[in-house]
């Protein structure tokens, strides 16, 4: 993994509540440019990792807790969604140093258990690296009143002594 400073840039944990309007608005258009065409609608981060250069964003991860249901269990889980790096600042290390952050977070501020994600499969080689693994669902999650399935790939990061129980996956409310 490159060093940070290699490249000038710092990583930073933001609560959303706290981001200035105008930058909230510039994450959430970056994140909706990425993933809108997916057709689903995703929850809003509670909190943020932001990589900068300077006064640039080059890399933001949304935090997202909440209990969610894995079989007849309820799990707190720290979720990470909207994982994205600006294309000219990829394969430099900076995902992966987002990652160990959020981690952190979710591990020592948050206090979940495990950690959570929805990814595209040609996307999961990027968190197995990181210490994420496969699970089995279903997974799902709502969309108005409905239910929905998730139709790509669930993955889950052990952050506390419990191992990742079976049976399928209800978010209990919108994905992230």
């Not at 160990?100 to 495990?114: S, Y």
Request: glycine letters at 10%.
């Amino acid at each position: 993994m490159n060093k940070l400073a290699d490249y000038n840039l710092a990583i930073e944990v933001r609560a959303a509540r706290e981001l200035p309007i105008k930058l909230r608005r510039e994450l959430e258009l970056w994140f909706d440019e990425q993933f809108s065409r997916t057709g689903i609608r995703w929850a809003k981060p509670g909190w943020y990792i932001l990589a900068r250069h300077g006064t640039r964003i080059v890399g933001r991860v949304g935090i997202f807790r909440r209990t969610i249901a894995v079989g007849k269990r309820k799990i707190r889980v720290g979720g990470l969604g909207g994982v994205i790096t600006r294309e000219r600042w990829r394969r430099r290390g900076v995902t992966a140093h987002m990652l160990v952050t959020a981690h952190r977070v979710m591990r020592d501020i948050l206090r979940c258990e495990h950690g959570l994600l929805l990814c595209a499969r040609d996307v999961a080689p990027v968190y197995e690296g990181a210490g994420w693994k496969l699970v089995d669902g279903p997974t799902s999650y709502m969309q108005g009143s409905s239910k929905m399935t998730y139709r790509n790939l669930t993955m889950v990061l052990r952050l506390a002594r419990h191992r990742w129980p079976a049976g399928p996956i209800d978010f209990r409310g919108l994905p992230w």
